[in-house]
């Protein structure tokens, strides 16, 4: 098999990984009764790793989408209790989106899917094989080129 092919062949096999993970935390945070999407999931994280509350134009640009799709997406998780908007202090016609104690609580839902999820895939692994798997893609995400989110 020639370069291209191989190279075909493993982004199938990671996309069917990725596919999977996914499934898998998705079974987990159902069993845990969190009922919220993979985009609110992203916004969520998204917002944790602000150091204050940012504001939405700040969540557009860096999620890469347009204004109007956090709005969607704040809506949802502000009426689910997962945020909420709240005036900056210095400029009281800026919005900005705050973690409640709810959204809080759901990223660590997801921290705990994520763990579960990842075991479940890597089970058949020995450790000698994740410590290498951990290492091939560290090389790659190492490799890769600065992403802000």
Known sequence: MNAPDADGLLAEQLLRLTRRLRRSQQRQLEAADVSITPAQLRLLRT?????????MAD??????VVPRAV????????AGGRVRRVPDPAN?????IELTDEGRATLRLLRSARRA???????PLTAEQREVLG???????????????
């Open 117 to 123: 999820a990842a075991e479940d895939i890597l089970a």
């Open 47 to 55: 917002v944790a790793h602000y150091e204050r509350p940012p504001r």
């Open 92 to 96: 009281r016609r800026v919005i900005r």
């Open 135 to 149: 290492g091939l893609l560290s090389a790659l995400v190492d490799g890769m080129p600065e992403r802000r989110c």
């Open 71 to 78: 709005t969607s997406l704040v809506d949802g998780l502000e």
């Open 59 to 64: 969540l557009a640009e860096r999620l890469e």
